[in-house]
């Protein structure tokens, strides 16, 4: 069995791990985790964007979301497929668990109902997801989803590029305007939420010891900030958050964390909350959570029921 020190001396000697068999236990079961809410993430995204997609302005536009739907599929499959090499049953995690047992974050659990909120998703949920999974193409020492980021360093562009396109478009026209004010209010602080724990909070430490990622949440968010509140700026869309020189970071203009009315779709930034609020809501899940995971299954279900009558 490999040890720790061995795994931690190849990384640091700038090495690559490339199997199981270069793997400590430690190191298996952060990288394990850490693909499960990409593959999870990933995968969930299909469901929330295709709920939106039904509000496509345009058979154009419609046809832009099935790709980006696509390449989510696809890279779902790549993390599933990490997962099957290091001996997960992906089978069952993909079929058989129960829904409140997925781990993406909290915001898919959020219907989005109409296409003002998808293409704000792809400029804010894609960002984030462009930061994180960027960050790990850049600095994972886990050769085979190194490699494989590659095209999906790629893809996440242009769902962020699309979202900000469409986000310009919107804000120039005055009947949409306010929508879209109202769509980034509720969005916004929900993808603030989306990095996680702050790091003096942080469960997960093998992640950033076996570089299975390279920053902290702290700094994946602030990467986002300083990305998501220049560009809202820019087209004259209030967020609550702003740049501080004398910390030369963004700092929100609201508690984090605080409490979130999920089926008003609003925060209440006098009601301050701990971070135990918000993990014993993460863990509850959304009101979609149910509906997204069975519309994942509900092929895989049909075939079985068919399977058994031939």
């Not at 090499?85 to 993909?94: F, P, R, S, T, Y």
């Not at 879209?180 to 469960?203: I, N, S, Y």
């Not at 740049?243 to 779709?265: G, I, M, N, R």
Request: glycine share 4%.
């Amino acid at each position: 069995m490999v040890t720790d020190a061995e795994v931690l001396e190849r990384i640091q000697q700038g090495g690559l791990i490339e199997s199981v068999d270069e793997m400590s236990e430690a190191y298996r079961e952060a990288l394990r985790v850490t693909l499960i809410v990409s593959g999870d993430t990933e995968l969930l995204s299909a469901p929330a964007y295709y709920h939106a997609a039904q509000k496509a302005p345009s058979v154009n536009a419609y046809i832009s979301l099935m790709a980006i739907i696509q390449d989510e599929l696809g890279h779902a499959h790549i993390a599933y497929r990490i997962l099957e090499d290091i001996g997960v049953d992906v089978e069952q995690l993909i079929y058989e668990r129960p829904p409140s047992q997925w781990k993406y974050p909290y915001a898919f659990d959020i219907p989005l109902e109409s296409w003002v909120e998808m293409v704000v998703a792809n400029a804010f949920y894609d960002r984030a997801g462009y930061k994180l999974l960027g960050d790990v193409y850049h600095h994972t020492s886990y050769g085979p989803w190194k490699r494989a980021l590659a095209k999906v360093d790629k893809e996440e562009i242009f769902h962020v590029r699309h979202g900000e396109m469409w986000m310009r478009r919107l804000a120039k026209d005055p009947a949409l305007r306010a929508e879209l004010q109202r769509a980034v209010d509720w969005m916004f602080p929900l993808t603030v939420e989306w990095f996680g724990l702050p790091d003096d909070l942080k469960r997960h430490p093998a992640q950033l010891t076996f570089r299975i990622k390279g920053l902290s949440n702290d700094q994946l968010r602030q990467s986002w900030l300083r990305e998501v509140v220049p560009f809202c700026e820019s087209l004259g869309i209030r967020v609550p958050a702003h740049y501080d020189p004398a910390q030369d970071k963004y700092v929100l203009d609201y508690p984090l964390p605080c409490e979130f009315d999920p089926k008003e779709k609003r925060w209440h930034f006098d009601r301050p909350c701990t971070w135990e609020d918000v993990l014993k809501r993460w863990k509850q899940r959304g009101p979609y959570n149910e509906i997204f995971v069975e519309q994942v299954r509900r092929g895989y279900r049909q075939l079985r029921t068919w399977q058994a009558t031939v």
